[in-house]
């Protein structure tokens, strides 16, 4: 998945776009704040394997979560949790990929592909996510983030002390040092943001026209 700075700059643009509320940006998060509260992954992002020749990727099945909550499709929070989906889906498929394959016979095994080297999945979460770190400030600088507001307010949903320690730890705002980043550009983190604009736009509109 991508961070939740990640998440919030498409959603806040998302918002902009088609004037929804603050419920659309809490459902553009609630996946990875399910997760984070100790739901399986498999479960919050609705997970399937997909084998390629590329290697293994594991991506959000979007039309199940959609079909699993056609009541209420058109509420925003539901379109929220459409949207994150949306965009760990491009994440996955057209960056993550790029970056690393996993091994069909052993997915613990990661290959890193600029570098030619393989380490285990764990190696490559705490690398991924470090990158994400060091996007986070200048990511939240340049979408004009309000990073106090949104924190304070996810917290204010959450009851449980962990998951608020969660949450702080997902929102620190280190030096921006992204020159050192293993994976993730300036270059690769803009254009990713486009992409997921332009194809959650796409779901949004069919959904909105359809419903």
């Known amino acids: 998945m991508g961070s939740l700075i990640m998440h919030l700059c498409i959603a806040s643009k998302l918002k902009e776009k088609y004037h929804f509320s603050d419920k659309f940006l809490i ?84 290959k890193y592909l600029q ?21 986070n400030k200048y990511l939240a600088q340049k979408y004009s983030l309000d990073i106090e507001k949104i924190k304070n307010s996810l917290k204010g949903i959450c009851l449980d002390a962990k998951m608020k320690e969660k949450i702080d730890k997902q929102f620190i705002m280190k030096d921006s040092n992204i020159d050192k980043n293993t994976f993730i550009t300036k270059q690769d983190v803009e254009s990713y943001i486009n992409d997921a604009i332009k194809k959650t736009s796409i779901e949004i509109d069919k959904i909105l026209k359809i419903y």
């Open 27 to 110: 459902g553009a998060l609630k996946p990875d704040l399910l997760k984070m509260a100790g739901a399986p992954r498999e479960q919050t992002h609705y997970i399937e394997q997909v084998i390629e020749e590329s290697g293994v990727k594991r991506l959000p099945n979007v039309l199940k979560y959609e079909e699993s909550n056609k009541e209420h499709i058109k509420d925003e929070m539901t379109l929220g949790y459409i949207s994150h989906l949306v965009q760990d889906k491009v994440w996955f498929d057209k960056y993550i990929g790029k970056y690393a394959k996993t091994d069909a016979n052993d997915i613990t095994k990661i």
């Open 115 to 135: 570098y030619g080297i393989t380490k285990t999945d764990k190696d490559f979460s705490k690398d991924i996510y470090c990158d994400y770190a060091n996007l």
